[in-house]
């Protein structure tokens, strides 16, 4: 791990402020994944902003009905909440369905939208890698890429998102709060935040340097059947190869986000549109555009099967 | 910092001598300054209480709990597996929590109450997690048994606090203590002698006694 220094910070503002201007900073919360990159010298800061006392820690009610959750919410306790079991299930699902209980006692919110790849060559540093070394090559395209993405690639890079979470808020249409370094607040819908590859596989987001999420914000409660299914290569503790998360109404309308199989969580609203009209219907219009390589070409059918056994699911 | 004082020097405190020493020359190859003290801005001053003791330590940022639990104030029952959150054999209770301790600075838990498998129980005054875990055999080598322990006695508290997991089929009914439960729940602590079955054997007899 290379050196750095250390701050806690006390308020929202002056974290983004700090990280802004000192070269090299970035904030650190449960620490579960920058720890992890820091220690394989993947991910470099030379400061480090502890951001865990910022009192971000709280769900609050909003005037429109629905929920603010404080970016230093655990994902343990976003998933015991009661209104979070009550009326989004989904996401407690998809929370539970991720890492283990001691990871899940300190990760964050945030932290866990902005999580890495888990692609097997960003982490092996001897590799090329586009996304930890920018302009080296991409070892996945010839490599093992059974796990990776099938969908909104690029030549550059086939890293899919890991994260659980993200797929649930996704298909809730979360919208992440921040606050810019100069201390104006804005409002990033979830679909916005993470961006595909294409050249530039190393820029993830559209955060700016020292932007700093606050909040995630669900709309009201929208009902319906919540489910979050996922497949993986053990019963637990394991990352997703395919996760389908959805809401479906006794009409058979509904919303669907899967997982795995994306640089982000991945939602079509023209294949929402296609609900009624079952599972097939709907995956030819979100893998519509798939490229995926001879090894992860088995996850095309696994999003059908996974949607479809959602459906009936569903159906009850 | 334990000192030895007086006691006469076991082979194992010899071990661990060593053993520490090994630890010391991998660290400074992966970068660490250990034979020059950290610039001053590298370095922060941090103070936690760990098995009820109050301790103050003067640390590299660097430092995760995991190493200042185990190289600063040499307790070694908590171990290090992966390093990676991938084992939970550093599982430890910060204010109560199961948490990896290798996946989180020691610098950031200023004020904290910290709880290692020391804290938990002393031979000849057992926690009840513990002597089920030697009565039904919870164990082969034992490397993986400090974290089984801690990540169990918290395990069965979140449990009690309705904190559902995966496998909790009804998320607005009370969370049950079955073995599907068990497993789910601890499959963040792994086993490679595959003592899976023995301890949960342990962790239902606890749960059942207290239930
Ligand atoms: C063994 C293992 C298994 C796992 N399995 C799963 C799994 O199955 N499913 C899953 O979804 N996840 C899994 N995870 C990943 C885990 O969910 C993430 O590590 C965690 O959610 C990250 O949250 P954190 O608070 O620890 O983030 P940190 O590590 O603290 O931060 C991550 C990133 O977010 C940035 N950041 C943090 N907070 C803010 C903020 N407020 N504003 C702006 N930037 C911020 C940091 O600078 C950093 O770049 C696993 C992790 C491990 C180690
Ligand atoms: S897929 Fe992306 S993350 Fe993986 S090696 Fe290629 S460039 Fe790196
Ligand atoms: S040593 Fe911490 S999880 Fe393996
Ligand atoms: S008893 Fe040997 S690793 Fe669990």
Known sequence: MRAFSYERASTTEAAAKAAATKEGAKFIAGGTNLLDLMKLEIETPTHLIDVNELGLDQIEPTPEGGLRIGALVRNTDLAADERIRRDYQLLSRALLAGASGQLRNRATTAGNLLQRTRCPYFYDTNQPCNKRQPGSGCAALAGFSRQLAVVGVSDACIANHPSDMAVAMRALDAVVETVQPDGTPRSVPIADLHRLPGDTPHIEHVLERGELITAVVLPKPVGGKQIYRKVRDRASYAFALVSVGAVIQPDGTGRVAVGGIAPKPWRDEAADGELPNGAKAVTAKLLTDARPTEQNAFKLTLVERTLSAVLAEARG | ?211
Do not use: W
């Not at chain 2, 020097?9 to 970068?31: M, Q």
């Not at chain 2, 055999?137 to 904190?163: H, K």
């Not at chain 2, 439960?181 to 749960?207: F, K, W």
């Open chain 2, 1 to 211: 910092m334990q000192s030895p004082g007086a006691l006469e020097i076991s082979r194992r405190d010899l071990l661990v001598a060593s053993a520490a020493t090994v630890t010391v020359a991998s660290a400074s190859s992966l970068g660490h300054a250990q034979t020059n003290p950290p610039a001053a801005s590298q370095s922060t001053t941090v103070g936690f209480t760990v098995n009820g003791e109050r301790r103050e330590l003067r640390l590299d940022n660097r430092t995760t709990l995991l190493d200042a639990l185990r190289e600063h104030l040499h307790l070694t029952g908590t171990k290090k597996g992966c390093d990676h959150g991938q084992c939970g054999a550093c599982t430890v209770l910060i204010d109560g929590r199961r948490v990896n301790a290798c996946l989180t600075l020691a610098v950031m838990h200023e004020g904290d109450t910290i709880t290692t498998i020391e804290g938990v129980g002393q031979p000849g005054n057992l926690h009840p997690m513990q002597a089920a875990f030697v009565n039904h055999d919870g164990f082969q080598c034992g490397y993986c048994t400090p974290g089984q322990i801690c990540s169990s006695i918290a395990m069965l508290e979140e449990i009690a606090a309705n904190i559902p997991s995966h496998v909790t089929s009804d998320l607005t009914a009370p969370a049950e203590i079955t073995a599907a439960e068990i497993r789910e729940r601890m499959s963040g602590n792994i086993c490679r002698c595959g003592a899976y079955s023995n301890i949960v054997e342990a962790i239902t007899e606890v749960a059942g006694r207290k239930a």
